[in-house]
């Protein structure tokens, strides 16, 4: 069996293509795909964003306004989990938290670079396998401050759609 994919569709930017790994994160992936049939993520932001680390979406309209979801137990070895071996590599997705190992909930990192530090501490779950020059886009944007918030892009990029990819 074929491990799902997801597009997602940056305003003004283009779309990615995702390959999500249920092997290694099954219910964060059950989690997302629910959220992504959901239209879930339709109009949010990428609201962080630091070149040479990660972008971060999900929790964000593009006025600030947060959107939450329900949160999920942390599939990584320091919470107990310990099928989940994917290295925090360029291109790949993984689950934002707290400092609560299971506060995961929607929002969603992209690796622009190698970041090992975060192994075994953030629950991995795919990884770019189209449109990876767009993560590099999204990344040289220019950033500011918003309220607590650090590394917000100072023009919003938005998230218009995550959608299956059907084959």
Do not use: C
């Not at 992504?36 to 109009?43: K, Q, T, Y």
């Not at 964003?49 to 972008?55: C, D, R």
């Not at 938290?97 to 670079?113: E, G, K, V």
């Amino acid at each position: 069996m074929n491990n799902p994919k997801i597009q997602i569709q940056v305003r003004d930017y283009g779309t990615m293509v995702a390959e999500l790994y249920p092997e290694k994160a099954p219910a964060t992936v059950r989690n997302f795909l629910k959220l992504v049939d959901e239209n879930f993520f339709a109009g949010l932001i990428f609201h962080r964003v630091i070149k040479g680390f990660m972008i971060q979406g999900g929790g964000f309209d593009e006025h600030f306004s947060q959107k939450n979801a329900a949160a999920i137990p942390g599939e990584f070895a320091a919470n107990g989990f310990l099928a989940n071996d994917l290295h925090h590599a360029r291109g790949v997705l993984s689950m934002a938290r707290t400092n609560d190992p299971n506060s995961a909930s929607s929002q969603f990192f992209i690796m622009h670079a190698d970041a090992g530090y975060l192994d075994r501490q953030y629950a991995a779950f795919g990884k770019i396998v189209a449109g990876l020059e767009i993560v590099d886009r999204i990344a040289d944007v220019k950033t500011g401050r918003v309220g607590w918030y650090d590394d917000v892009p100072k023009t919003p990029v938005v998230i218009e759609s995550i959608t299956r990819v059907t084959e």
